[in-house]
């Protein structure tokens, strides 16, 4: 139940944590669906709750537990959450969610958890002393019996007898035969009948210490470079919440004290560790510890000299598996820089991020040594020739170059140039961050007020300014597309919503809403032109001065989503129907509100989750249902 709940919160399962005010913590735990899940104290002991099958003790507890201490350690903010949340509810209701085929034997024994109260299984007869009463002969007819019939417990006893051995070439046999043994077959997990099949790497993991702490540290990293391509081959066949991983990772961690120990040249270990390194694409070789070793300059520069030659050997892959080449070769290259770096050997560093750049569009990389050595101007050459050349749907690479070239002309405070780039991210993504970033720029370079007329005149208009003109003081970028002088038909009047509200023009905000409508009714819109968020946005900025329009921007969300047909839509539609009855109740139109209500029960009569969402709206009971 550990490694699962491990896997759990590594894999971002948990959601929506908080505490309450006792000090239980509450969250969404992924699962088959998500689960509902509560952990705190009780008589003493930590317990959790939960709505999956199982409901109490389970996995989704553990890494709920092990979430909230990860962000308690990176010191971040935990919500309280109010004793009325949805999922408080849940648990406290006993609801389950359970599998189409579940049965009432449900057992999650494999999770270690037990049915007895005291964890000690009911026998009629005690098997100390039945075993204590045999002699040496029937001892070993009982186990011959046992290992034919549980082949896994001859398999443990068979590797425990070659593992007293002292032979190390016998030793180094027995756990190859495990790992294949071991490795044999993938994991999986049935997510409706929660059975399934971690593979135990735990015998892999004492044979390995146990040749380490013999002194064969060697033999030890050869079986783990074979473990490693075993585990992998096993890993991408299972399917079973990355337990797998966790086993190989957790035996693959044993290498790690065979390299420390390793009789090898520093050179030799540190090209064995970035081996595995490379080989490994899940994480499961941590050589952390193995790299805090302080070696000698002149170990790195042997290191670097061999991937040096190494590197000669890369083959250009054909087009569908170019990707997958160049993050490779991009890997092994900076594994030669770093050799390179701590040999001391820094104008090669460059030298080789230069020629890589071509290769793999790794420009990036050579813009940052650049600006590390201080060779700002060399680095912004490089930022244009790597804008030039590279593809522009690569916008992960582009815009990592035209960060490095705003902060370059930052540290210049050439405020011009750098309002001349957030004029870029503004006509490219226009929004209201990019509208205040542009204008923030603007200011410091004293064009405020011209750039904002001209920024506003496109989200108007489409119509983007004209370079050079009077009506545009910035300069001119250099990375500027062919297409800046495009026209679109359409104003974002969204973003002109979103500036209005932001200056509180509460007037300005309605009338572009009203002028968006086109004086059709809401229903035609709402869902389709603008987002469900904005429609709201505009009704609660204008709840206080414009009451009743606010109310009808909400039944009409409301309706829109009971229009789905589903509990999901009708819980998004009891939020804003909430709102409805808060601010009729308010202004003292309780009628009003019964009526429309009465209205919705009589439409959807026949939709029986929506009638229990409308009887928790005004708190009608079950029975006065």
Known sequence: ???????????????DLGITAENELVAWVQGTKPYATEVGFKRGKLSSSCTCPY??????GVALVIEYLDRVKNKKEIPIISSDDKRLKLIKSGHRDLPDDYEDNFDDSEDGNDASDDGKSESPGNIGTFLKNKSKDDLAAILSEITERHPEIKDELLFKANMSSKSVDSLVKTIKREINRVSDEPGWYDYRRHTGHTPDYSSVKSGLNKLVESGKADEAIKLGEFLLKKGIEQIEQSNDENETV???????????????????????????AINLEMG?????CNLDEFWKKRFAKNDWSILAD????????????TRDKEFQSSYYRDKFTDKIIKALANAGRNDETIHLSKQEASKTGSFNRVVKLLRDGGKQEEAEEWIRKGIAATDKNKHGIIGGLVKHL?????????????????????????SLETFKELLKSAERAKVKKPVEDAAMNFLRTGKKPRSKSAEWPLPETGLEKSEEYRISHNPYTSVLVDIA???KNIDEALLL?????????????IGSTWSNAMHGKVAEAIKEKYQDRAVEIWKYLAEHHIGFSNPQSYTQAAHYLRKVQKTLEAAKKSTEWKQYLAVLRAENKRKTRLMEILDSITGKTIIEG
């Open 406 to 430: 705003l902060e370059i002309r930052t540290e210049k405070r050439d405020w011009l140039f750098v309002a001349a780039i957030k004029a870029i991210d503004f006509f490219d993504r226009p």
């Open 55 to 60: 409901g109490v003790n389970c996995k989704h």
């Open 306 to 317: 061999r991937l040096l030659e190494r590197l000669k050997d890369f083959k250009t892959e």
């Open 1 to 15: 139940m550990l490694s699962r709940g491990k896997s759990y919160q590594r894999s971002g399962y948990v959601e």
């Open 513 to 525: 809403y009203d002028k968006e409508l086109n004086g059709k009714h809401q229903k035609d819109y």
């Open 280 to 284: 490994d694409g899940y994480g499961l």
């Open 246 to 272: 966790d086993a190989v990772a957790d035996a693959m961690a044993a290498v790690c004290g065979a390299l420390k120990a390793s009789s090898l040249p520093n050179a030799d270990k540190m090209e064995k």
């Open 501 to 503: 509200l932001f200056d």
